[in-house]
């Protein structure tokens, strides 16, 4: 039997949460239970009562407001414990369009991916600024040369995991999950597509971006971080060549003027630049070494965690932390 659960993560949603419930389906082929799962990351509005009046059959709350990935990673682990076998992270604004859930879950029943994204029209979204649609097209560029992967649409987070991928995946990011669990893909070998989707009206503002300029510096800060922690050696290899390289031609110059001059002028300064330059590109490839080394490491604890995860997540561990998980009557299935 096939479980596929659809995950939103909530933070004071009462004014669109219903219309994005109502819009979810209770029956897809190929699957034989469709629930539906809200994560509740501390709401002060009547987010929870609006999520129990339509029909959610498990809700998942924060208590404080942690953010959207810790959200996302909450609402994973508590989809493992009920058994779901699929898993579909969809926006509680409605923007992304609920009837292509079973074009996005497709790729996983036929067992040609274990992560599926959504990619949607960016180009034709009216409300999304030309800066913006830049910035979403520099983040796909950024996870393409970090994980490998052909993924078009990076920043969408309505995306579909299969049980095996959710185990496998971490979010370390407190901003959001949607870069950072497409590398991870990359770099553990999971199988990823992208399909096309469609998108709904617009309802609300973006919480993720409350100015563009906030915006820009937490999206740069996320991809350098990116970069540095499934990167390490090719990043501190790429910004320490770069001072190696000037010091280099500093060094030379000075050299050939010395040769040239027959040491008349020592120019000592130069010479001193060109060392410093040179150090600073050498102990920026030694940390990239040092980097490497601890990635070889975190990928072992990663390892381990998925071990401990098959265990946990197996018929025992579904009733460990049960706590963590509040069941709310269904609603009668519809269509």
């Not at 799962?37 to 009547?46: A, F, V, Y």
Request: aromatic share 6%; net charge positive.
């Amino acid at each position: 039997m096939k479980k596929l659960i659809i995950q939103m993560p909530c933070y004071n949603e009462e004014g669109t949460l219903a219309i994005a419930l109502q819009a979810l389906p209770r029956r897809i082929p190929g699957i034989d239970v469709v629930e539906w799962l809200i994560i509740n990351d501390g709401s002060t509005d009547r987010t929870m009562e609006v999520a129990r009046a339509n029909g959610v059959d498990h809700i998942v709350d924060l208590g404080t407001h942690q953010g959207l990935a810790s959200g996302f990673i909450a609402g994973l682990d508590a989809g493992l414990r009920a058994g779901a076998d699929i898993i579909v992270n969809t926006d509680a604004d409605n923007q992304y369009n609920a009837d292509d859930i079973p074009k996005l879950i497709q790729p996983i029943l036929d067992g040609e991916a274990e992560i599926v994204v959504g990619a949607r029209p960016i180009s034709e979204i009216e409300h999304f600024s030309p800066l913006k649609k830049t910035l979403q097209g520099l983040g796909s560029w950024v996870v393409l040369a970090a994980s490998g992967t052909d993924v078009a649409d990076a920043p969408s987070g309505f995306r579909a995991m299969s049980r095996k991928a959710a185990m496998q995946l971490n979010v370390f990011s407190h901003y959001t999950y949607t870069l950072e669990t497409i590398i991870q893909a990359g770099q553990k070998n999971i199988a990823i597509q992208s399909v096309p989707i469609r998108t709904n009206g617009y309802l609300r503002p973006s919480r993720l971006m409350k100015s563009m300029r906030a915006y820009i510096q937490r999206s740069v800060l996320t991809i350098l971080r990116i970069f540095i922690t499934y990167k390490p050696m090719r990043f501190f290899l790429t910004i320490g060549t770069v001072p190696f390289a000037i010091g280099t031609i500093i060094g030379l110059r000075w050299l050939w003027l010395f040769i040239a001059e027959e040491g008349t002028r020592a120019r000592v300064p130069s010479l001193i630049l060109a060392a410093i330059l040179i150090l600073i590109g050498v102990q920026l490839w030694i940390f990239g070494v040092v980097a490497d080394v601890i990635a070889v490491n975190r990928k072992l604890l990663e390892e381990i965690q998925l071990r401990v995860k098959r265990i946990e997540y197996g018929a025992a561990g579904q009733e460990a932390r049960k706590h963590l998980v509040v069941t709310v009557p269904a609603m009668p299935s519809r269509t």
